[in-house]
C-alpha cells in the first residue's frame, strides 16, 4: 500500500475536519473527541453534500445538508438512512498521518 504524508494531526481542530484534495478526490480526515482519526471521502452518500463541513460526535459526523448521520468506522449511514461513502485507510506515525490513496483507487476502479 502507497501511503501519503497529509500533515500533523494539530492540522485538524478536535471535534472537526479537514479537506484534504487529492487526486482521487477530496478526502475528509476527522479527529474526534477521543483522538481518533478517521478519513472519507467528503462526498455524503445522500447528495454529495461536504462531510468535512459536518458536525462530529463520537465517531459519527452529522452532514451540513439535510441531517444523514454518517458512521466515520464504516461509512455507513445510520438511523433509518441508506447509503455509504468509502472510508480510506489513514495511519498516525509520529506527529504525521498519511492516507492510502490507492485503496480508493483499486474500490473506485
Ligand atoms: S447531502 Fe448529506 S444529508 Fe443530504
Redo the contacts with the bound molecule.
Keep these: 500500500m502507497n501511503w501519503i504524508a497529509i500533515g500533523s494531526p494539530a492540522d485538524i481542530p478536535l471535534r472537526g475536519a479537514r479537506c484534504v484534495v487529492t487526486p482521487k478526490g477530496r478526502v475528509a480526515v476527522f479527529r474526534t473527541a477521543e483522538e481518533q482519526f478517521f478519513a472519507v471521502e467528503d462526498r ?6 461536504p ?1 468535512s463541513q459536518g458536525i462530529v460526535h463520537g465517531a459519527a459526523v452529522t ?6 448521520v454518517i458512521s466515520l468506522e464504516t461509512g455507513r449511514a445510520l438511523g433509518a438512512d441508506e447509503g455509504a461513502v468509502r472510508t480510506i485507510p489513514l495511519k498516525l506515525e509520529g506527529d504525521r498521518l498519511f492516507l492510502a490513496l490507492d485503496a480508493l483507487a483499486i474500490e473506485a476502479a
Excluded: V
Design positions: 455524503c452518500p445522500h447528495k454529495g453534500g462531510l452532514c451540513p445538508l439535510h441531517g444523514w
